[in-house]
């Protein structure tokens, strides 16, 4: 055998070798690709605990029907208790109540600064004005609506900028002084004691004293 036929042996046997080394890795890889495979399906039918179908794969469990319906009676039921609770309207009204309250006081503090200034005499435009004894509606008056106390002449803008009126009352408004109906009353007691007053929603009477 002469040297070029054993180192041609050689190689070719070494060839094998390496042919089997690589056919092992690649095996080897091939088992692990199909290990984690396998892995990766059961990770997927745990999180998305899937369910094999009477046809073949598989399908996600979801909400049945009834399990649907029974979530939306609830949220119903939960909005109603909570509508009867909170009662918008009644709120509403209880918010014009409380504007009604600020509205009395803001006209009475008024009529009370006037007093103050001119030495316990109300007075308006240099003319002292008696206060009705009886509740009179505090509005303008004019020859077409004779009846009311016309208090705007006598405090605005001196001690309050402009009358403020019922919130709710469709007749009620203020845009100027000869044109106004503020829908509440005014009236002075005996005892010199003077009182506006208002009708309320939630509360029948809201006035203040002074």
């Known amino acids: 055998m002469n040297i070029h036929t054993y180192m041609e042996k050689r190689q070719a046997r070494q060839s094998v070798r390496f042919d089997k080394k690589i056919g092992k890795k690649f095996l080897e890889q091939n088992r692990k690709m199909r290990r984690a ?11 998305y605990q899937v369910r094999p179908r ?23 039921v939960l909005a109603a208790i909570v509508l009867v609770a909170v009662n918008p309207s009644r709120q509403f009204k209880l918010a014009r109540d409380s504007q009604r309250v600020s509205n009395v006081e803001s006209i009475l503090s008024a009529v009370g600064q006037n007093i103050a200034e001119h030495k316990g005499l109300f007075t308006c435009n240099g003319v002292v004005v008696t206060i009705p004894s009886i509740a009179t509606d505090i509005k303008n008056v ?32 203020y845009a100027t002084s000869t044109d106004y109906n503020t829908a509440y009353v005014i009236y002075e007691d005996g005892n010199g004691r003077i009182t506006a007053s208002s009708t309320g929603e939630i509360t029948p009477s809201i006035s203040a004293t002074r």
């Open 54 to 76: 009477g046809s073949g794969g598989f399908t996600p469990n979801g909400f049945t029907l009834i399990e649907i319906l029974v979530v939306i009676g609830i949220i119903a």
């Open 37 to 47: 495979e396998k892995m990766s399906l059961r990770h997927v039918r745990q999180v």
């Open 142 to 173: 004019s020859s077409s609506s004779p009846d009311g106390f016309d208090l705007a002449p006598c405090v605005v803008p001196d001690y309050i900028s402009s009358l403020p009126f019922d919130p709710s009352s469709s007749t009620a408004r």
